[in-house]
């Protein structure tokens, strides 16, 4: 007798994922009417100048309305006796900086820790329960290993991967954003206005950080706080450089000195830094090098030099000679 039918486990993963999808349909429907309306109060117009490159996220991040799925996962987690205030703003950090900026994400992601992914261990150990013979029982331990560790572990490692990649991105990126902005300064650009160019010129180039900008750019033209809206970008990215750029954009902003002076002593500053990072790396090329060619052309070198020695030794009968 089998443990439990395989057809009732699908049955129930369909069933949830069917569910999580009507969910997801109703929460979509009711974001064009919060888009539009923050479209009127930011001034823009979809399709206008600098507003096609703001995806829908960013503008309804801004105003912290959770959608329906995001509010059924909170009241499920609640009525399991979960503090959701607590966990999200312990969460949230670490989602910011992968760069997730819906509001329902950290709503999502504390489900899937809580309740998602342990049903989905649950359902993996039980696909590797099942009596099953040959071809059958190993796709049961596999199928089954793979639900185990994505329950598991699957969101840790998501959002890890996903912090080390944007930092990467967004260090890569940081450089040419810098310089576009001097040269929009210096032609004249106040502030938004810079982030305004910067965000058309490099939104097919480098994506990320024009996501980061749009939404700094949204947010100094909805809070009343400009300092926080910068703030709010160095929290996100967490990373010095662009904690450097908005100290010095917060100077400006308080203490009134020239903004073109102060981001082209910080683009020097920064090139040198970059000449500096790349030395680093030369440096550490010779070290780095040592074993794969330890690894690889040593063997090709032992036996171009000892074959021909070992070959002829073996053709006169060996070490000791033939008897």
């Known amino acids: 007798m089998e443990f439990l039918d395989t057809r009732y486990m699908f ?153 080390q990649k944007r930092a990467e991105i967004l260090q890569r990126s940081f450089p040419d954003t810098l310089d576009l902005m001097v040269v929009c300064v210096e032609s ?25 900008l749009n939404r700094t750019r949204l947010e100094l033209a909805l809070l009343n706080d400009r300092s926080q809206a910068l703030m709010n970008l160095a929290e996100r990215t967490n990373l010095i450089a662009f904690r450097s750029l908005v100290a010095a954009l917060i100077q400006t902003e308080k203490f009134g000195t020239s903004l073109t002076d102060t981001l082209r002593v910080l683009s020097e500053d920064y090139r040198l830094t970059r000449l500096a990072i790349a030395e680093n790396k030369a440096g550490r090329l010779p070290v780095l090098m040592t074993i794969p060619l330890i690894l690889l052309l040593m063997p090709a070198f032992l036996l171009i030099v000892l074959g021909p020695p070992f070959i002829r030794v073996s053709e006169q009968g060996g070490l000791f000679g033939r008897n």
């Open 11 to 163: 049955a129930a993963l369909a069933a949830i994922v069917v569910f999580t999808i009507y969910m997801a349909v109703i929460s979509v429907a009711g974001r064009k009417e919060k888009r539009i309306q923050l479209e009127a109060r930011t001034g823009y117009a979809e399709g206008g100048e600098g507003f096609s490159s703001v995806p829908n996220e960013e503008l309804i991040g801004i105003e912290r309305e959770k959608s329906a799925l995001a509010g059924f996962c909170e009241s499920f987690l609640k009525i399991i006796g979960v503090h959701v205030d607590e966990a999200i703003a312990e969460m949230r950090p670490v989602i910011e900086h992968a760069g997730i900026a819906s509001i329902d994400a950290p709503y999502y992601i504390l489900f899937m820790r809580r309740i998602g992914g342990y049903l989905l261990a649950f359902f993996g150990a039980l696909f590797m329960l099942q009596p099953a013979e040959g071809t059958d029982a190993l796709l049961n331990y596999i199928l089954g290993g793979i639900l185990v560790i994505a329950g598991l572990f699957g969101t840790k490692l998501y959002l890890k991967n996903r912090i």
């Open 188 to 212: 004249g650009l106040a502030l938004d206005a810079a982030l305004s160019r910067v965000c058309r010129e490099l939104g097919r180039a480098h994506p990320e950080i024009t996501k980061e």
